[in-house]
């Protein structure tokens, strides 16, 4: 009797991971052959410091490309960088270049890699668009216009609704 109980279980859990596979693919507006930038967006930063953001990189080629650079006309230094929790602490460190696999998507978002603006010369608010260059090795240049949110929306930002 156990094992006829399991079943359901099983089925259900996989049609829930089939669902999570679905929900990238469907906001994004990659075409094939290309990399391309989607789910761009800022958190309205809350000092002149520095400002975070997040996207998905879709690389639609046969082949691995890297994110080797990015720049922006608002910060004096743009990079990738990684962020780490070990227990109660949380930190970052830069992290260099990152590869998008073929066919693949490289994710930053909350938790994990993250374009950091450093050195704002003005501080973007909620409404703003900030202009970035993403520098691919072999895609080259690409820009992208990322809209700024208020910060209370990041988190919806970060689990869109399915
Ligand atoms: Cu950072």
Redesign the pocket.
Known sequence: MARLLIVPLVAGLVVAAAACDRAPAGGADGRPGAVTITEAYAAEPVTDE?A?VYLTIRNGTQVTDTLVGAATPIAAVAGL?R?MTMGAMTH?ESAGSVPVPAGGDLRLEPGGL?L?LERLSRRPQAGDTIDVTLTFRRAGPIRVRVPVIAYADVSDRAHPPQ
């Open positions: 520095s975070v960088h962020q970052m993250h950091m």
